[in-house]
């Protein structure tokens, strides 16, 4: 493992790194990897290295990349972005652009490990994501995870041709020390 951050099974995640740059572009150009993001626009190097760079000294995000623990391959990014420091609450956000490590657990390890800093390390009391209805594959790792569904915003996204609706999935602090303690 290269400077692990926090440790999977089969993943461990890590600090992001000016290097995975030109890697993020490609997976972040790949139409197949952003019909389920908020991203719909050709992005560049220059773009993704001046992001990276803000991003990365902004308190409020917290983000690492997911590699794989056999052999140090680069897969994605995850982060949480903290809200209002009164509110103790965070926004989950992944990305898995090694196409072919899809469905293979990572996702759901992934939402996990994070879902640990945030309560047991950063003192969060909520932490929740917006997902597309078009992207089931996303919604049954957040479950697996611990995330419940809390709502829906009516097509709230156009891709593909058609709006989708928008779920928004949550966990509170109690739910993950409960299930902590049932396991
Ligand atoms: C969403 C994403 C992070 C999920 O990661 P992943 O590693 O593929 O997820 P996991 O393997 O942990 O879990 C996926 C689950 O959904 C299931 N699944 C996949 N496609 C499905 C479908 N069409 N219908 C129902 N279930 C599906 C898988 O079988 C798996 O469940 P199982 O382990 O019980 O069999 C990843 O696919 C990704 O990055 N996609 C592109 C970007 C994206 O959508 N980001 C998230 C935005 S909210």
């Known amino acids: 493992m290269r400077n692990p951050f926090l440790i999977g099974e089969r993943i461990y995640l890590r600090p992001l790194e000016r290097a995975d740059a030109p890697t993020i572009v490609e997976f972040l150009n790949d139409?197949?990897?952003?019909?389920?993001?908020?991203?719909?626009?050709?992005?560049?190097?220059?773009?993704?290295?001046?992001?990276?760079?803000?991003?990365?000294k902004d308190e409020?995000?917290?983000?690492?990349?997911?590699?794989?623990?056999?052999d140090d391959r680069y897969l994605g990014n995850t982060g949480l972005h903290l809200k209002?420091?009164?509110?103790?609450?965070?926004?989950?956000?992944?990305?898995?652009?090694?196409?072919?490590?899809?469905?293979?657990?990572?996702?759901?390890?992934?939402?996990k490990l994070m879902l640990r800093y945030g309560f047991e390390t950063l003192n969060l009391n909520r932490i929740c994501l917006h997902v597309?209805?078009?992207?089931?594959g996303g919604i049954r790792a957040y479950?697996?995870?611990?995330?419940?569904?809390?709502?829906?915003?009516?097509q709230a996204t156009y891709s593909e041709g058609r709006y989708h609706?928008?779920?928004?999935?949550?966990?509170?602090?109690?739910?993950?020390?409960?299930?902590?303690?049932r396991k």
Request: aromatic share 8%; hydrophobic share 40%; glycine share 8%.
């Open 165 to 181: 609706d928008v779920l928004v999935m949550g966990v509170l602090a109690e739910e993950w020390f409960a299930r902590k303690e």
């Open 143 to 154: 479950e697996k995870a611990g995330y419940v569904r809390e709502g829906i915003m009516r």
């Open 132 to 136: 597309y209805a078009n992207n089931p």
């Open 84 to 111: 209002q420091e009164k509110d103790r609450a965070a926004m989950f956000g992944i990305f898995i652009g090694a196409k072919d490590e899809w469905n293979k657990g990572h996702g759901t390890e992934t939402a």
């Open 60 to 70: 409020r995000n917290i983000l690492l990349a997911i590699a794989r623990k056999s």
């Open 31 to 56: 139409e197949q990897v952003t019909r389920t993001l908020n991203m719909h626009r050709p992005l560049t190097l220059e773009a993704e290295e001046s992001w990276l760079e803000k991003a990365m």
